[in-house]
């Protein structure tokens, strides 16, 4: 993971970390944070911890994003504190409904000049980010909104299993991390287990990001904690509930960075601190397999 | 954080304010085929009514599962018990495009912080947009659902600062200025939804009349008129033939306390 983001990850670059609550590598953003990066451009459909962990940490200047919060728990402290009393840094913030960065990471990866959306009627949200622009149909048959694709220097995504050449499969929900994969400069992939060549092949449906796009593979056991990998272990609701107090304010969430990230080498040391309690208490109550499809042969 | 029991009932199962409005809420759904289910209090709603008044709703959440059976309620909308025993799994391209976009959802259901009389919704800030008194979460899917929805549903608490004249920035449409203004241009933009037809608080039940403002049409148990006239900021509409909601049953009471919130974190 170090070399990975020492490599690929470059002040003033626009990074996402994509990954909608599933497979979001705060392994990643942790390593960013300890590297110190300055001035990145941070996007994400949902903020979530990490970049509230992250913006805390003093790498980004500027967010990208359509929900900002702790989802049904509470607010992200360290984002709001940015943008109400611009303290300690003001953040530039540009805003979208998850549909407009849908449609913008998918116009990124198709290399089209924008995407046209049928959102945005009759709000305010074109008036507070004048990027999204109300466009006739070429065809006569009515308005619809066009956002601007998104291509970013680096997308971080977690996921189940790649191979060494970076063939990453996904199981569970997918959010928008095949469409930021293909729409950015350099892809990072941080999986569970890095499996056999064979592996993949046997189940080609599964593959969401072929090698041909990715950069970098950094395996990460545990790497999405206290987001999840389904199959692999839940979410740790307990650690997001948690979060609202240490949030809340600038000093405990510094004390937090501190001992959970500056002090820390890497993610093992992060895990030998978790506990292995805590890493058990985590795993599914049980498996659920899918069934095994026949892909048939053919000579 | 403990709620007032509602007094002089002749339940046998004393509730909270909360409690009401989550069944209430649960209830509208008698009927309905396909819900997109919004973060937060929605929720629960929609998970209750999958095990009482509507057990073959098909779940949608944005997450990108559709035909969800969460076997425990999610605190977030994109935890995996909403993936395991789905009938798919689908990125977010496809269920914003073919799902919602495409015409399938019949209810999509919203929670909001601030919501005016004619069910435009403010979920952005409280205060100026450049420097927010209150940052709030923003859009997510909201603003693609209230405009490509079948029909709107809403669950929130009631107060001065949530019930207000303005909302201070739109981010999802409701009726507009009214119904007339609000179906010529849903009709001239092609929209599919037919905008809010129901807002279940705290305190009551509102549907939205012929002219898009809404209407109280029901009263929970232990909630009064001046209850519901102190936490509004416009002079409410009161139906003439005001019901009183039927108070939660043992069984209702039972799946929330048991089996979907246990800890309380929804009714709060």
């Known amino acids: ?299 | 954080m403990s709620e007032a029991i509602a007094p002089g009932m002749a339940t046998p199962v004393p509730f909270s304010k909360s409690e009401m409005m989550i069944v209430a809420a649960a209830r509208e759904l008698a009927g309905q085929h396909v819900c997109f289910v919004g973060v937060g209090l929605p929720n629960i709603a929609v998970n209750l009514a999958q095990r009482t008044v509507a057990p073959d709703l098909e779940l949608i959440y944005e997450a990108g599962a559709f035909g969800a059976r969460p076997a425990r309620l999610p605190l977030s909308i994109g935890d995996p018990t909403i993936v395991t025993g789905a009938t798919a799994v689908v990125s977010m391209y496809e269920l914003f495009s073919f799902y919602l976009q495409g015409g399938l959802v019949d209810v999509g259901f919203l929670g909001a912080a601030q919501i005016d009389r004619f069910g435009n919704i403010n979920t952005t800030v409280i205060g100026p947009y450049e420097r927010p008194k209150t940052r709030l979460p923003g859009s997510g899917g909201a603003c693609e659902i209230a405009i490509n929805a079948r029909e709107v549903f809403v669950i929130m608490r009631q107060s001065a600062r949530s019930f207000v004249e303005t909302i201070d920035f739109r981010t999802s449409p409701g009726n507009l200025g009214g119904a007339e203004q609000a179906e010529r241009i849903r009709r001239e933009g092609g929209w599919l939804g037919r905008g809010p037809s129901v807002v279940v608080t705290d305190l009551g039940v509102w549907h939205f009349g012929d002219d898009g403002e809404m209407r109280l049409d029901s009263l929970h148990p232990g909630a009064t008129l001046d209850e519901i006239r102190a936490t509004i900021g416009w002079e409410p509409r009161i139906a003439t033939s005001l019901a009183t909601t039927p108070a939660p049953s043992a069984q209702e009471l039972r799946l929330i306390r048991e089996e979907l919130d246990p800890l309380g974190a929804y009714t709060r």
């Open chain 1, 1 to 299: 993971m170090r070399d990975a983001v020492a490599d690929l990850v470059r002040d003033g670059d626009t990074v996402a970390i994509e990954g909608f609550t599933h497979l979001i590598s705060f392994a990643a953003g942790h390593e960013i944070i300890r590297q110190g990066r300055r001035e990145l451009t941070l996007a994400r459909m949902t903020p979530d911890l990490i970049y509230d962990q992250m913006i805390a940490g003093g790498v980004a200047r500027k967010l990208i994003f359509s929900w900002l919060g702790n989802p049904g728990v509470g607010g992200l402290g360290a984002i709001r504190r940015r943008i109400e009393t611009g303290e300690p840094a003001p953040l530039e913030v540009e805003e979208y409904s998850h549909f407009g960065m849908v449609g913008r990471y998918t116009a990124g990866a198709a290399n089209l000049p924008f995407f046209p959306i049928r959102s945005y009627f009759e709000t305010d949200l074109p008036v507070a980010n004048p990027l999204i622009r109300q466009i006739e149909s070429p065809y006569g048959d009515g308005v619809v909104f066009a956002v601007p694709p998104l291509r970013p220097d680096v997308t971080i995504v977690h996921a189940q299993r790649a191979d060494a050449a970076g063939n990453t499969q996904v199981w569970g929900l997918l959010g928008c991390q095949k469409e930021a994969a293909f729409a950015a400069d350099r892809v990072i992939v941080v999986v569970e287990e890095l499996v056999d060549e064979a592996v993949i092949r046997a189940d080609p449906n599964r593959t969401i990001i072929p090698g041909l796009i990715v950069d970098a593979v950094v395996v990460e056991p545990f790497g999405a904690h206290p987001s999840y990998v389904q199959g692999a272990y839940d979410r740790d609701n307990r650690f997001y509930l948690d979060w609202d107090a240490i949030t809340r304010d600038e000093a405990s969430l510094q004390a937090w960075l501190r001992e959970w990230v500056y002090d820390l080498p890497d993610r093992a040391a992060y895990l030998e601190r978790l506990g292995p309690a805590r890493v058990a208490s985590l795993r599914p109550t049980a498996s659920a397999r899918s069934g095994v499809v026949d892909y048939g042969e053919y000579r």
